[in-house]
């Protein structure tokens, strides 16, 4: 049995995309894997947070992975914050780390270029995330592509550190789920479809209505040509939409291109739109039935607990190799 890890940051409501790309490759996982599913909320504080947000956004994150089928059963889901051993080891894996190499991350330079003042905290992210990785032994963690950069980094301090010390870290693998992992703008459909957008219509958030979903889906950028067919270079905007369609049916693109190519866009959309509400609505219900009782706190209580048995012993590991401490 593999150990999988990931972590997501509680920095706003969820995307289609994200859904589609990460959330909902979850819950198989975790049949047959010994999975740690982590709300990274110190990753969050490294650029300004409003408290209130930041806590409503925690528990947020945390019904939406139940709502979309994490078992507590299953799966270990946690707090960062709430497992101190992931800031304890990160320190370390600072002391390991050299100024250069974290420079060089692509997310660093594009969220600190032309800035006045940057946290240190964006430099040193990337020690945090193989401390969140490394504590639990991984075997894989499953990534979208603009987090690779980072995974190669946790790869290379985890070879460093067994080298120079001992051998105890795993070095963990990285996987990119393919299908559907990059869900475009609805009104930009050249860029991912991201929740930062200022453009409300651009993105699908998980939390959406379904009245909402549908007009954004009317609203949704095509083309002029007004016939249904793949076709990302030339048709980005309605290839992007057979691919939503496609995901959330189990359909294949050919098979809704033959039904709705010449169907006009207008009746196009209105069925993709609805292929949407009927994956996130379920989600939905569950999620403000999370919310409004005691029983998700209950399952994070669970799952700090059961993350820290298994974080205090790597780090109790890491310590003594490093020589911290007494023993």
């Known amino acids: 049995m593999a150990t999988v890890f990931s972590g997501i940051q509680p920095s ?49 994150l945390a019904a939406l992975y139940l709502a979309s089928g994490i078992d507590p059963e299953k799966s270990v889901l946690f707090i960062q914050s709430e497992v101190p051993a992931h800031s304890q080891l990160a320190w370390m894996m600072q002391a390991i780390s050299y100024i250069g190499e974290l420079e060089r991350m692509t997310q660093f330079k594009d969220k600190s270029t032309g800035k006045d003042g940057v946290s ?15 504590l639990y032994g991984t075997d894989i963690v499953p990534v979208g592509e603009d987090q690779k950069q980072h995974l190669e980094l946790t790869r290379n301090l985890a070879e460093r550190f067994n080298n120079k010390y001992n051998n105890i870290f795993t070095i963990p693998e990285v996987q990119i789920e393919e299908n559907g992992a990059r869900i475009m703008s609805l009104q930009q459909p050249e860029k991912k479809m991201s929740k930062s957008d200022a453009n409300q219509k651009s993105f ?124």
Do not use: W
């Open 12 to 60: 706003g409501t969820l995307t289609l995309g994200n859904y589609i790309g990460a959330l909902r490759h979850f819950p198989p996982l975790q049949e047959e894997n010994d999975c740690y599913f982590c709300i990274v909320d110190q990753h969050a504080i490294t650029v300004p947070q409003k408290k209130k947000e930041l806590r409503h956004n925690i528990k947020s």
């Open 120 to 134: 240190s905290a964006l430099l040193t992210y990337p020690p945090l995330m193989a401390a969140d990785i490394l």
């Open 204 to 327: 699908i958030s998980m939390l959406d209505e379904p009245a909402v979903i549908r007009k954004k889906f009317k609203s949704a950028v095509t083309d002029s040509e007004n016939e249904v067919y793949y076709d990302q270079l030339n048709k980005p905007g309605v290839s992007n939409l057979l691919t939503i369609f496609s995901e959330c049916t189990g359909r294949t693109v050919d098979d809704i291109v033959s039904e709705y190519r010449h169907a006009g866009y207008g009746a196009f959309k209105e069925a993709a739109g609805e292929a949407v509400v009927s994956v996130l609505e379920p989600i939905q219900g569950r999620y403000h039935d999370l919310m409004a009782s005691s029983e998700l706190d209950s399952i994070l209580d669970n799952g700090a607990e059961r993350a820290n048995t298994r974080a205090v012993k790597m780090l109790t590991k890491a310590e003594r190799a490093m020589g911290l401490g007494r023993k």
